[in-house]
């Protein structure tokens, strides 16, 4: 498959800049492929300067330019920038990272433009994210293709059904957030216990770092892991019967339920 189409990245925020050097690094682009816009002219001049790519503050003529366009950015403005871009959007793929922001509302601004809706994450910033896919009515093969390798490049990629999106943003897209609460938990309590911070985080970061490897390597349950590491009358029994008896993991399902039915009220707020 041809990939050698230009591209234009509307929006040069954390998830812009990731793609941009995600796709770079890949070599699924080259600098010349790519043209950038920001509201923020400092933040172009990075770019630029980092990047060796061609910037711009007009959406419209980047859009213009090029054949395919990524959103890559937050929902709150999106309305303003569909509406400045549909002169320039017929016949191009328009793919949209705004988390929330369902196809049918991009649709009925954008109905000439193909749609493909993205789900990314924060870790996709080195490397190591996972993006949810969604595809509009008359994407093309070749457009879906062309997106799962832009966010293979930026780690692992699902394609799902758009319904669930809103649970993709509950687990995956909001689930960095728990993980690094539940990190800055277990450093404190180290710290508390007379250890280095910087040795607390060694120890932290190392053990959940292996702990999902462990996972995902074994292919076995959570649970089944959980119990290899429970003796009975231990260390490990002792603080998991803290942690069941406090109601922690009833407390992050409900979390986690309350983050997609939050993203589901801004996909039918906006």
């Given amino acids: ?8 990245i509307i929006g040069c925020g954390n998830m812009g800049e990731a793609i941009i050097r995600g796709i770079l690094k890949k070599g699924l682009y080259s600098p010349a492929d790519i043209i950038a816009t920001d509201v923020r002219p400092e933040r172009l001049k990075e770019i630029a300067a980092d990047c060796k790519i061609e910037t711009t503050s007009d959406n419209q003529e980047a859009v213009e330019r090029v054949d395919l366009v990524i959103l890559a950015i937050k929902p709150q ?3 303003g920038v569909l509406e400045e871009i549909t002169p320039k959007t017929e016949k ?4 949209s990272i705004a988390a929330g922001v369902r196809l049918e509302k991009i649709e009925a601004i954008l109905p000439k433009a193909r749609l493909i809706r993205v789900m990314p994450n924060t870790p996709a910033l080195i490397g190591c994210g996972i993006s949810a896919i969604s595809c509009g009515k008359v994407v093309t093969k070749q457009d879906e293709e062309r997106a799962l390798a832009i966010f293979g490049a930026l780690g692992d990629v699902v394609k799902v059904e758009e319904k669930l999106m809103d649970a993709v943003c509950a687990v995956s897209g909001s689930g960095p957030a728990y993980i690094f609460l539940i990190i800055e ?3 404190a309590a180290g710290v508390k216990m007379g250890l280095s911070y ?3 985080k060694r120890l932290v970061l190392t053990t959940v770092e292996g702990s999902a490897k462990l996972v995902k390597e074994t292919g076995k349950h959570p649970a089944e892991l959980k119990d290899q590491v429970t003796s009975p009358g231990g260390t490990t029994a002792a603080a998991l019967y803290v942690m069941e008896e406090e109601g922690l993991r009833g407390i992050i399902q409900k979390a986690v339920l309350a983050a997609e039915k939050r993203a589901k009220e801004i996909s039918f707020s906006i």
């Fill in 92 to 95: 191009k793929l328009i793919v």
């Fill in 185 to 187: 938990s277990l450093i």
């Fill in 77 to 79: 403005i999106i309305n």
């Fill in 1 to 8: 498959m041809d990939l050698k189409v230009k591209i234009a």
């Fill in 198 to 200: 910087d040795l607390a």
